[in-house]
């Protein structure tokens, strides 16, 4: 469902990686990955959420991104 939504909204907390997607007018949330965080510095951060996208078969998911947090 991810890889077909048009936009999509990456969260993270500590270690867990989940997705906010709008699908048929209804926000849906999924969990990604739990992905050990070296550091909580930005690029740390981001690496883990893109190789969890990656990992997930979806490296160019930043096209869709429309928000962040």
Do not use: T
Not at 31 to 55: C, G, P
């Amino acid at each position: 469902m991810i890889q077909n939504a048009n936009v999509i909204s990456v969260m993270s907390e500590i270690e867990l990686i989940y997705c906010r997607i709008l699908r048929d007018g209804q926000l849906q949330n999924f969990y990604l990955r739990v992905k050990d965080v070296e550091h909580a510095h930005a690029d740390r951060v981001f690496n883990a959420i893109h190789e969890s996208f990656v990992e997930l078969g979806m490296p160019e998911w930043r096209q869709k991104l429309i928000g962040a947090g």
